[in-house]
């Protein structure tokens, strides 16, 4: 048509070029009581299809922590999910090392060695949390378009759950966690529920999760391009604690009903973030207004954190396609 | 008045008499990762008023399983709460024998014996679920008018929170759990609460319950008269299991979304009972209608318990009175 010829020619985008992600690690069971990732893991194996071959991805099934598993607690010396430094993947090994530390070392040999050309290209790292988050995908970077193009992509097509993506600002040497293993990773993390319990919402959620996560690497692998876009970005800025006794330590307070379950429902200077044992209120001291989340989470308990505070901001991602298509 | 006058007398009814309840043991920490009790023994030990010698009730206060507690796990070796049976309070104890059964031993010298005129008047064993329970008191007898009385009670005060009375036919020789070592007892179990995490508003509301029930107490003491009335009675029937892997034992499928949380709303046959990981609805095959209590309960994955299955009954009560009043 005429007039529209008569319009400046608009650029069209450049996409970013990337890799295929020929090899995904999908893992469970790296909390040994958080169970929704450990039972999809299991499913997930029973369910190969014969025609794996032929797929334009290949999919790893790790049980990452099957000691802690086979005994339903979170760990059985030391956190796994905090082994995945350069440090401690470097770790001498003698008979006292705790088995976690081992263990790290011998998932780095299976999916890495991090930072190296042989790591996956991409790990899921499955977990639950008692907090109200939904589904978070959780990362060490706010500019890997991998992890913000499948967050996109299922905050576009899940309908029963909000997702959000979140970022803690960690070097990747100190980077504590699985997922800092591959050349792409997060944590996928979903809740409410209990540890050492599965709820249906929870697996079917995760499971959708998972799926539409392979489709998309499936869609990256055969040259689709994604279109530019943004992603909200909640960045970890610090950790509060739950009011203890000086002498023995014990908690004295408990997360306010009114912040309990209220993740990511940004908390203003002087809201209540605890209620006594003995009815005293206790507010937020903060200056500036932040996003909670992790709210009372069971694990973090022995960690001295009752919540995490993050600050939101809006991150533009390119339009991305699969280098090799 | 004169029209008064001239109806019929009615008799007034006459009430039981019991003996006082002197001694009130208020237990926490049974299981070790249930912590609103936990926090709730320690709050009131903390605040032991120092005119309590002159008070109507002594009320002890235990934790039950301080090495659990210690340990946020449920026990150490074994469940105490299935360890108060006559035979294994009676069992010999050698160098070998678990922690928990050797506890439950001296609780049985300190809270009773079992069955004898020592034992404390009414044991108030605090405990969580992971289920929808609301606050229930749960019992072995559907005949202790003070249990029952005092269920009546926090019926009657209790805003927040449905109040029900769960009633375990087992002879007291089998009863297992602590609350059977006194002359009355129950153990108040209140959800939902993960295990390990304390939620303000369940601590609030079992906070509220030890209250009113020690009111109650005291009134008793004081000589007041309770009218007769009538409780709903859950008499637990039979439990359901998980489907499983005939090979591996692990469990094939999660409790169905339809059912989750639906604690005592009752369960037809052909109702959706699970939902397999793979997507197939399992129903109840049940012949009659029954209520579902302990739903998704963690603590009952490794005891083979999905759900608990009761008969409702309505139970008469009599008024009753303190007999030293």
Known sequence: MERESQLPLRNKVEAVTLPALSCVALCGGTHGNELSGIYL???????????????????????????AVQQRVRYTETDLNRCFTYAMLSAPVSERTPYEII????????????????????????????????????????????????????????????VRYIHYDIPLSEAFSLESVGKHGFAMEIGPQPHGVIRSNIFTAMQEAVHLMLDWVRLFNSGTQF?????????????????????????????????????FCLLYP????????????????????????????????????????????????????CSRA
């Open 227 to 263: 279109d530019e876009g943004s992603v909200d970005v909640y960045t970890m800025v610090k950790n509060i604690d739950y009011p203890r006794d000086p002498y023995t330590h014990n908690i004295t307070a408990a997360v306010h009903p009114e912040l309990q379950d209220r993740d």
């Open 41 to 67: 893991v299991q499913e997930t194996l029973k369910n190969k299809r014969k025609g794996e071959a032929m797929e334009a991805v290949t999919v790893v099934t790790v049980i990452s922590n099957p000691r």
């Open 103 to 162: 263990r790290s070392q011998e998932l780095n040999s299976l999916l890495g060695p991090k930072g190296s050309g042989q790591a996956v290209d991409l790990i899921c790292d499955l977990h639950n949390t008692t907090a109200n988050m939904g589904l978070c995908l959780i990362t060490y970077a706010d500019s890997d378009w991998i992890c913000l193009h499948i967050c996109k992509h299922l905050q576009r097509e899940m309908a029963t759950i909000p």
């Open 270 to 321: 002087g809201d209540p973030i605890f209620l006594s044992f003995s009815g005293e209120i206790l507010r937020y001291k903060g200056k500036e207004p932040l996003y909670p989340f992790f709210i009372n989470e069971c694990a973090y308990y022995e960690k001295g954190v009752a919540l995490l505070l993050a600050r939101k901001s809006k991150v533009k991602i390119p339009a991305i396609q």
